[in-house]
């Protein structure tokens, strides 16, 4: 069929094909992997736990070149995935990896992400019995142009009952299961546990696994005392967040699964202008 | 490489390798397609309207067959799309798909299944403004061993409301967007739209698209006025169909994404045993 | 409880709980409301066809509000899906519909969002047999400070098949499903059906849901003659539309669900600068 | 409004509205909850490992009982929790856990799900470079009628290659991602690799995270010298389990993410007879 198969008799000398030089002057703004599934351990205020990320990670491709070397990106997890079981990944950790990431493949601009759930102890309200409950965790990282940016999101989910439904009814409101996110770009490092109370301070009720009678009838009537439009919602998280010197910017967004509708009512708060 | 090319250079000898005989004798439950999407015309009580399908189809294949003629699979698909623009398809109308798919295949056992969103025109309870909602439909027949069925099933969201948290608590009630899912086997033509009423009378409350202040003050109180359980919920629609001559088995479900925690409350009532 | 009951006995004084001022002196970037489903007619190249499409609409909100109006955002889509019945939907038909939601919410931006499944007809290459592909779509619109954009999106399933694979194998290559993205902001109005064929042309090989066995060997041996890495994918599609002065802007995207790993490659160009 | 409050007044009186009676006279098949998420340790052959766990555990309502008591099923999920962290879960050790639902419950009927991704470590073919590969499992035990049974399943991702591709081509052969799903009943416990093994082996070629070039020349070969059709793929599969008497029954079936077309291609063999 064409002459490679001589050419390929000895390994040693396999074409490095993505080498080769590409002559249509485009370079790649992202090129990289993603869906890769990698154990990690993450340390964050209450200690280091086992997480289970959805790892992506790209970078910057010249012009001149025809391909990246893919299995470097996928070797960069391998080796976090090891390096975290003895020293765990924090907050404000990526940027070492982001580094390694860049030197490996000589690029100017890269990113990593990871998605994974981060779980949380809790305690009933009233009958303090202890539960557990699990957060989405989202981490960034990105160098471009010699400007390193983590960007750390959780989503939280809560309760919500509706103002407007508790004003006008003579008894009962509607209420439904929120989802709070939080996105901070830290100029310090913080912990996802105190973003994660921003959230729940601030909704009509924080969530539990486990609930008591005693404490359901507590979360009950704290959420009819605290109704909270989504509206509410987003400017009470950006009230806590606007005057925090550790934050270069953030975003905060709610979500109501609203029970009286079959779609989401929801709003958004950005607040990048200082980045 | 190989003798091949020779073979091939012209088309009309192209080798059937499907229809070689495979000497393992084991015959397989199912093989087929899945993933298709295609448009269809559905018509219920309210009249015919577009619908996006999400489709499936599979036979079994005998022993002797190395493989199944997956083309003629597709090929179905693509006729029931044109045919039923004309002519559109009903519960019980795909009898005479699988007894097509049959034909094509020279099989004895088929399957055929069909999903899609459904919309109807709802009207509020006060205002009588009108709003549309859309239900998930899956549509599954059948034929084993010379015997044909056909399953409905429609998903159904709607409002429950907690009725041990409206006892205990001095105020409020914790309530949630629920799904509730009705599955029957007809004996007899029955309308997707008669199987939604089930769900949504049973419920706490059903759900609008569009609702006024005066219709939000409404359901809120009406939800108040009727606290189910999960438990409750599948009761009330089995009782509903149990001595309904229409029905050769049902199974009712509902699920509650609880507004107090972060998962869901679940229960289910199997009534297959008369098939 | 408390005294709303008697303000509330007749509906007509119920209380505009969302008009209410709010001291928070916080304007709310997005407020509205998604995952609403709708049935709409959308005209392309090849004519109009029935489409469902989930539904997103937010806009601005200005500080001194409480909350928006979210019913008036449900009803803009019920009038959509009414209106496009006789007059369907077409790329740039947007931004009436943006026009609207700012009049009726006296706001200063706002966007929509509609994603739906668009359907094309097409032909096997050798037995010219006719059969459906199903293309995601994506239209965004937005009013920002009085500037109105419109960035259409299509994601185009192709045939990736690698040049490593092919140059270093004595014989076969991987290849694997492949996502093509390509997202423009049209200048003038453009078919959807024209950016499918960017795609298209531009990989190892277009799919189709019907091949007859002469198509089949057809496509294979097309895409093992048109090897691309998941870079060239993209630099091929940006080649395309670097010029065309019909688009503001643009981005491709490529995703491969490689078959030799349980993971992705990717690879992205943006091309937003002259927005 | 009513009594309520004054019977409430102290916590001790809180009535238990779960346990008072239902006169509809209709037991409920399952009734629990659902899509919780837990951290558990799991061994397997290969050691033990983290991972999380979406969880499911329902049980039979007796007609008489209002509601089941939905905090002693997640109390369950928050004791195995921290008992594996100790004593890690394998296969087989749901049957205590079983019991204990029945127990607390005082239920006749009842089960558990657990739903996680578990982690191997592969070696590549020629390089002999390690990386991680990950397995979607699913653990599903029940108790019905006093008969105890634990079904495990296993997702494996290969590639396959179409043996009608490669033959009727002059070059080439097109291959893609394919997920095959093992289902067992065990007599015995058995290892989950075992079962991974078993879909690996039969498939055109197993994955790997990490392939140098010389691997990536092996594993192209390797496939294309071993073509599978769907049907090729259960049957294989079947053959390996159908005589081992660790099995009382099981089921394999196998999906192609078709490269050459949109949709999936799908097989399946069930073999429960002996259940």
Request: charged content about 25%; some cysteine; hydrophobic content about 40%.
């Amino acid at each position: 069929m064409n002459s490679k198969q001589t050419i390929l008799t000895h390994s040693s000398v396999i074409p490095d094909v993505q080498s080769e030089h590409d002559s249509r002057k485009l370079p790649i703004d992202r090129v990289g992997v993603k869906r890769l599934r990698y154990p990690i351990y993450f340390e964050d205020k209450f200690g280091a736990q086992p997480v289970v990320a959805t790892c992506a990670a790209d970078i910057m491709l010249v012009a001149e070149q025809k391909g990246t070397h893919m299995s470097r990106l996928v070797a960069l997890f391998e080796e976090m995935s090891a390096v975290t079981q003895k020293k765990p990944l924090r907050v404000g950790g990526l940027q070492e990896w982001v580094t390694r990431l860049l030197d490996s493949l000589h690029a100017q601009n890269g990113a990593i992400e990871l998605l994974f759930t981060l779980f949380m102890r809790k305690t009933a309200p009233i009958s303090k019995i202890e539960s557990t409950i699990n957060y989405e965790v989202r981490l960034y990282a990105e160098c471009k142009n010699g400007v390193y940016c983590e960007k750390v999101s959780v989503s939280v989910p809560v309760t919500s009952l509706c103002p407007c439904s508790k004003r006008i009814s003579d008894y009962g409101a509607h209420n439904q299961r929120s989802v709070l996110t939080v996105s901070v770009v830290p100029k310090v490092p913080v912990f996802i546990a105190d973003l994660v109370r921003v959230g729940e301070e601030e909704a009509s009720s924080e969530l539990f696994a486990l609930l008591k009678r005693v404490d359901e009838k507590y979360v009950t009537e704290y959420a009819y005392d605290h109704p909270r439009f989504v509206e509410d919602l987003v400017r009470a998280m950006a009230q806590r967040l606007i005057d925090d010197p550790r934050f270069a910017g953030f975003s905060v967004e709610a979500e109501n699964f609203e029970s009286i509708h079959n779609h989401s009512a929801y709003a958004k708060i950005d607040f990048w202008q200082s980045l």
